[in-house]
């Protein structure tokens, strides 16, 4: 049976008390984000860079905090998320990246003068979180084609704008796409593949137009893990057409797609360190890779199911 993504919390009204409030300098939403900030009269707002923000996050932490607020992208709300997740403290959001995909999952308002109403309201959500080794991931983890892709897009991004440099990037990957050979191990039972890419969502995910890769609503917890097949680039491409026009579960029926959810697993590769995409940010990561979920590890303020 299908059960939600995220749980209902009741929790203390903060409207009255200060929200430490964490603000990137170097984000290009900063400035925007401070007014906002100070308008709001309700926060105590602490301006740090990306480095050490989850330090100081932790501190807060530390010195009692119940609730913290972090203004800027999916990638600095990741970084809030690994200080807080497990600890019971919420994290409430203002969203200052391009997509904002973590606040758009969870109904999070977007606009920043409800999203500080929002921040200082009286419930929360608890969600769960992916972690790779150490690292945690709220949204998504890949490696193969998709890694390719995230590096020429943010490169060509500065010089023709996110929209061209996506496209173009989508072009480029096809193009240069290689194989790789991937031993998956699940519930001590080894898949082998030869694959372009390995995707896992947190919670259970869809390939059909329009929500592509949108979680599905109220749909099962775990690691929804999917493996393209085979390299062929026609093959691939009629696996993502197949998906998109009838959902993950219709492509799956053919070879093209592996796709299961799990609440662990292990990717071998056959290398000791492997360029990954965690939540869109490159890093390399020791192997093999070793996947769990976390169930209700991060309370979210005005977070939504799903």
Same mark, same amino acid.
């Given at each position: ?26 984000? =290009? ?43 800027? =992208? ?24 391009? %997509? ?55 490169? %060509? ?26 031993? %998956? ?112 590890? %991060? ?8």
């Amino acid at each position: 049976m299908a059960s939600p993504v995220t749980k209902p919390v009741a929790t203390a009204r903060a409207e009255d008390a200060r929200v430490v409030a964490f603000l990137n300098r170097a984000a =290009g939403s900063a400035e925007a984000a401070r007014k906002a900030l100070e308008s709001a009269d309700a926060f105590d707002i602490r301006e740090t860079d990306a480095e050490s923000m989850t330090r100081q996050i932790s501190e807060a932490v530390d010195s009692g905090s119940k609730r913290v607020l972090v203004c800027g =992208g999916d990638g600095t709300i990741a970084s809030a998320a690994h200080a807080l997740a497990g600890t019971g403290v919420e994290l409430a959001i203002l969203p200052g990246g391009t %997509l904002n995909h973590f606040a758009r999952d969870y109904h999070i308002p977007t606009d920043l003068a409800e999203a500080l109403t929002a921040a200082r309201g009286d419930a929360s959500a608890e969600i769960d979180v992916g972690y790779v080794g150490d690292r945690l991931f709220l949204n998504t983890f890949s490696v193969g084609m998709y890694v390719g892709y995230v590096r020429t897009r943010d490169r %060509l991004e500065k010089r023709v704008g996110y929209r061209l440099a996506s496209l173009l990037a989508v072009l480029r990957t096809f193009i240069r796409m290689y194989p790789m050979h991937v031993e %998956l191990e699940v519930d001590g039972k080894v898949r082998r593949y030869k694959t372009a890419l390995v995707f896992v969502g947190v919670g259970e995910r869809e390939l059909k137009a329009p929500k592509l890769g949108a979680r599905i609503e109220s749909g099962r917890h775990g690691l929804h893990v999917m493996i393209v097949e085979g390299r062929r680039r026609a093959r691939l491409v009629a696996m993502v057409m197949a998906a998109a026009a009838r959902g993950v579960e219709h492509a799956a029926e053919g070879d093209a797609l592996d796709s299961f959810l799990v609440e662990r697993c292990t990717i071998h590769l056959g290398r000791r360190r492997a360029p990954v995409a965690v939540d869109g940010e490159i890093m390399s990561l020791p192997a093999p890779l070793e996947l769990r979920v976390e169930r209700n590890a %991060l309370k979210v303020v005005a977070a939504r199911c799903p």
